[in-house]
């Protein structure tokens, strides 16, 4: 029988199998070239998801003061550590961080050492890959809820400024000049100050018809009307709202007096001569001033032989609640001490805008003095938010493809103070102890206790309705204060500690790469 001719096989039914018409050379030649390209579309796709990686994280540089050089060594890095094989030469070669368009693209290259094809004279196989990582679609509205207590002053209130003006640069990248982003700021201490300009809103209690307005008088005056008779300015504080409206975002209504915000106005507390032996902070005018009754005239009770007094009858004592309840006193009176705006000491919140230069000159004038009010903080960031009065600058809460975000960070806990006086406490955004909106148990402990449970329900309120909320806790110790931020965030990786200024500065750039949404493009 005589050979099969060169190129075929004759396979068992008899027919005949075409291997290569080229001949024995040619088949070794296209085994070597199926090998050794397989190798580089192995080399090909493993260098394409490290620069996949390399650009992603680079992205997060973007928005940063040293987003070149940064994106440039973290790409680097990135590449690197993910395309290492001794058949393999891989490099990044280029890495173009785009501030303006909110984008980072990056290529390489590389090259494969080959195995068959050497005897063909092949030595190195190339390859090239491409990424862009660009912002996410989508829009987002972003609260962010600032401490500015007294114990942030010095250091931490300079650290929180720059990690606040990070996280603008990076949500921003990319989205100035557009609609996509919008932040606002709730700076709070003991208090929020919504802003003076609106004591004449709808959604404020002008009339006096809220039921807790008058709870301090004995006149029904309003708040603003007292402020008028001083000729003193509202400071722009509000009171929390009566339960259930303190922590939740029920719209406020004339229909719903209780759902109207009610002026802080700290009561002048009584003089010495009136305060029954208890103690008070804020005496800032006379009890019998203003145009209150004249108190009787004093007589002599003791006489020299020459007939001088040697003393003098002192007006009886008003009792302490009825001192500290007078509304006469406040008329053409001139206030001393910490006066009616006693405790509003941060500055206005900043609603929802896209102006970013706006937004950085307000934080850089962040001040840090006063106690700590979290509830109130965390109600008014869900306010800016929100769709509804009184800031309606949020998208409804099923606009499509919005998140909506609330950023809390403190370095403190809900603080109170129980006074063993007649009101039972200081004045707070509750009001007096004393008047039961925080419960009937008069210690600090408890009326901080109260003020806890009520954050914490607020938070649960506030992320039912849709929002995203990320908690930082800053040099804050492990205990009650951290665990409250943590079951407040939307999730355990949504709760970030920082313990110095440089842990919340990535804390706050951490979070900005979050909500900006980066992803691979191409």
Not at 472 to 494: E, V
Request: hydrophobic content about 40%; overall charge negative.
């Amino acid at each position: 029988m005589p050979a099969p001719r060169p190129g075929f096989a004759r396979a068992q039914d008899g027919t005949v199998a075409v291997i290569f018409a080229l001949g024995f050379s040619a088949v070794l030649l296209m085994a070597a070239v199926a090998i050794d390209l397989a190798r580089t579309q192995t080399a090909y796709l493993r260098s394409q998801n490290a620069l996949d990686a390399a650009t992603l994280a680079a992205a997060h540089s973007i928005g940063l003061p040293d987003e070149e050089t940064a994106a440039t060594q973290t790409a680097t890095a990135f590449y690197q550590a993910n395309t290492v094989n001794r058949h393999t030469y891989s490099a990044l070669t280029t890495l173009t961080v785009d501030s303006d368009a909110g984008q980072v693209t990056g290529e390489a290259q590389g090259n494969v050492t080959t195995t068959l094809l050497k005897a063909f004279g092949v030595t190195q196989v190339p390859y090239f890959n491409s990424a862009i990582v660009k912002k996410g679609k989508g829009s987002v509205e972003v609260a962010l809820v600032l401490d500015n207590s007294g114990s942030m002053a010095g250091t931490p209130i300079s650290d929180l400024r720059q990690a606040a003006q990070n996280l603008l640069n990076v949500v921003f990248a990319g989205a100035e000049g557009t609609d996509k982003v919008k932040i606002g700021v709730v700076p709070f201490a003991a208090a929020v100050n919504v802003g003076a300009q609106y004591a004449g809103a709808s959604w404020m209690d002008t009339g006096g018809l809220s039921p807790v307005h008058y709870e301090n008088f004995a006149e029904h005056r309003t708040r603003f009307d007292l402020f008028s008779a001083m000729g003193v300015a509202w400071g722009g504080c509000v009171e929390a709202r009566p339960s259930p409206h303190d922590v939740t975002d029920s719209v406020p209504t004339t229909s719903d007096p209780a759902s109207l915000f009610v002026p802080m106005f700290a009561p002048d507390e009584p003089d010495s001569a009136n305060s029954e032996g208890s103690s008070y902070q804020n005496n800032y005018v006379y009890d019998t001033g203003g145009s209150c009754p004249a108190p009787p005239p004093a007589t002599c009770l003791r006489t020299s032989r020459r007939g001088n007094c040697l003393e003098w009858s002192s007006p009886p004592p008003i009792p302490a609640a009825e001192a500290q309840a007078r509304t006469c006193k406040y008329d053409d009176a001139t206030p001393s001490g910490q006066g009616p705006n006693y405790l509003c000491d941060s500055k206005p919140v900043m609603p929802l805008t896209e102006d970013k230069d706006a937004l950085a000159t307000m934080i850089g004038g962040m001040q840090a003095k006063g106690g700590t009010n979290i509830l109130e903080g965390l109600m008014w960031g869900w306010r800016l938010v929100s769709p509804e009065p009184p800031f309606t600058e949020g998208r409804p809460y099923d606009a499509e493809e919005n998140t909506k975000y609330i950023v809390l960070m403190t370095d403190g806990e809900n603080w109170h103070q129980a006074m063993s006086n007649q009101n039972k406490s200081t004045y707070h955004s509750f009001g007096y102890a004393v008047k039961g909106r925080l419960g009937t148990t008069y210690s600090t402990s408890a009326l901080i206790n109260q003020m806890n449970t009520k954050t914490l329900a607020a938070c649960s309120n506030a992320k039912a309705a849709g929002i995203k909320v990320y908690t930082i806790a800053f040099r804050l110790a492990a205990g009650p204060s951290r665990d409250l931020l943590a079951a407040c965030a939307s999730s355990l990786t949504n709760a970030y500690v920082a313990s110095d200024g440089t842990a919340l500065i990535a804390a706050f750039e951490s979070i900005g790469r979050e909500i900006a949404k980066l992803r691979v493009a191409g």
